[in-house]
């Protein structure tokens, strides 16, 4: 990316739907080891998947109770794939990852009727990226970051892995507007007005995404509010068009005070995913570090020392 000013933009925001990247802090965590996983007993191909209830997932209170996440480990075609992933440009990590995605996990709702990745929350992206590489190196390969613990001092290795995940906390105040039948918010404001918001799925990252691409191309200045807000207020939909895009900036544009101030602050405590690593120390404390990846995006399926690691001396 060069350093121009609207392509700055164009990060800033792609940087928020990478939000999971993040730092930040928190506790709970799920931790449903592999082995507890139910194959799945049907298979369309010699490729085996593995069966994952949405309710783990970072975002899984906005899917309908009793889906399920179909994930299989990468290939190494996709893994070859994701290998060239530029980690210095933040548009790319994202579309890197969705190919994975693309690739690998598949939505099976409770009537039977199955989704693709596209349905995926666009904040469940990087939850769904460790738990593809946990079943794709279930024979060691871990990835970990060092801290020390400050109650002893020692060094202390967290993994990157579902069970060193903490998650951020929601605004509890959010909790009594949430409605289980639409998986959604329901908010009804002083003055009179009613939305529903709903955190965005990968299929509205994607097409918001190209929307940001071609305006950039155009040298034209996305408007980030806009696109802070509206991707939560599409509830039910997995694309929209350029045409579609511009019609609703328009609408957002004409918004009123109040309910833009409203959605501004109610969309603001909409962060979900990863937020830090924590473990407990040999000497029983607890200890946390931020989010990140030690050896870059790549370094999620790209071995890092694989040279030293496999070269027969
Ligand atoms: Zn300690």
Do not use: W
């Amino acid at each position: 990316m060069s350093d121009n000013k609207n392509e700055m933009s164009e990060e800033e925001y792609l940087k928020k739907h990478l939000s999971d990247l993040e730092i930040g802090k928190n506790q709970f965590n799920s931790d449903i080891p592999l082995s507890n996983a139910e194959p799945i007993v049907e298979k369309t191909s010699d490729l085996h998947y593995f069966a994952f209830d949405t309710s783990e997932l970072p975002c899984g209170k906005f899917y309908p109770v009793g889906t399920l996440l179909q994930v299989r480990s990468a290939q190494v075609r996709e893994i070859q794939a994701y290998s060239m992933v530029d980690d210095n440009n933040f548009y790319d990590i994202v579309e890197k990852m969705n190919g994975m995605l693309q690739s690998c996990v598949r939505v099976k709702y409770p009537d039977g009727k199955l989704g693709s990745y596209l349905e995926v929350r666009d904040q469940d992206r990087l939850f769904l990226i460790f738990l593809i590489r946990e079943l794709t190196f279930q024979q060691g390969n871990s990835l970990t970051v060092k801290t020390n613990c400050k109650a002893c001092n020692s060094e202390v290795q967290l993994e990157l892995k579902r069970s060193c995940f903490s998650y951020y906390d929601v605004d509890p105040k959010l909790d009594k507007f949430y409605n289980n039948h639409t998986c959604s918010f329901k908010f009804r404001l002083k003055n009179g007005k009613e939305f529903e918001v709903t955190p965005p799925n990968i299929g509205l990252q994607k097409s918001f995404t190209d929307y940001i691409v071609k305006e950039n191309n155009d040298k034209k200045s996305p408007n980030l509010s806009f696109l802070k807000i509206i991707p939560f207020m599409l509830p039910g939909r997995t694309s929209i068009t350029y045409d579609g895009i511009k019609s609703k900036l328009s609408e957002f544009e004409q918004m009123d005070d109040i309910s833009f101030q409203f959605l501004n602050s109610a969309i603001g405590k909409m962060t979900f995913g990863i937020k830090e690593l924590k473990t407990t120390c040999q000497c029983g404390e607890e200890v946390r570090t931020d989010m990140q990846f030690p050896n870059g995006a790549s370094g999620i399926f790209v071995i890092h020392d694989a040279f030293e690691a496999y070269i027969k001396e």
